[in-house]
């Protein structure tokens, strides 16, 4: 197979190249659609991380999220925590920030009901049980300027709670991580699975 | 105390210890407020009954 070496490639009609090839091996592809390809990146597409077994440690950190990226979407599946702490997420440029977020969340049971600010991560109030199982998403969405939102309802069935958080967070720069924690730092998880989607 | 870190670009998922400094500004949270239980107006109030309706359930 031979190899055909050339930098851009373009329809004869096309007003701009269709195709950009540069010298570390990326390319960038431009659509219609307006998709771009760029190295092992799809932007314009989703990409999943890689699904964690939450069994072990006190934080799960998702890191080198790369800096194009404007929504990610966080699942839980069954996650549990030997302890009564809130769940916490928190996200980062660099480092985790521990400050600034804005915003509550509520806890919504068949017979009670309950609500809590927070300002140090999006803390996710529910029934604060150490069997609790949580199953479901929060989405990250950049507004701008370093500027996210965060929505998403958790529900623990075994324990009859669903929870309702939304709020924003302003990262000190670029953001590229993730973590998902306790709100007291010490619960160890142990059960269930964590994984991220991103795009941009 | 370890945490886990995972790069989502190469999938390496790796068990970091926790540093003393990490260690020690967990230990410097303050400890959850406990909530405050509720009042038996308050109980009534979010029941959604009112006194005259919890009267005539109760029979009295």
Known sequence: MSTLSTTNLKNPSSGSNNIVLAADGSATITTLTGTTITGTSVR??????????STSGTSIDFTSIPSYVKRITVMFNGVSTNGASKLRVQLGSGSVETSGYLGSSSAIASASAGSATFSSGFDLTD?????????????????????????????????????????TKTTSGTLNRVRITTVNGTDTFDAGSINILYEG | MDRIEVNVITGEQVTIPLTAEEILEIQSRPAPVPPVPLTPAEKLAASGLTVAELKALLGI
């Open chain 1, 44 to 53: 314009g597409g989703i990409t999943s991380g890689t699904a964690v077994a």
């Open chain 1, 127 to 167: 029934s604060e049980a150490a069997t609790a199982l949580r199953r479901g998403i929060f989405t990250c969405t950049l507004l701008g300027s370093n500027l996210w939102v965060l929505s998403g309802t958790l529900s623990a069935q075994d324990v009859g709670y669903t929870t309702v958080t939304n709020g």
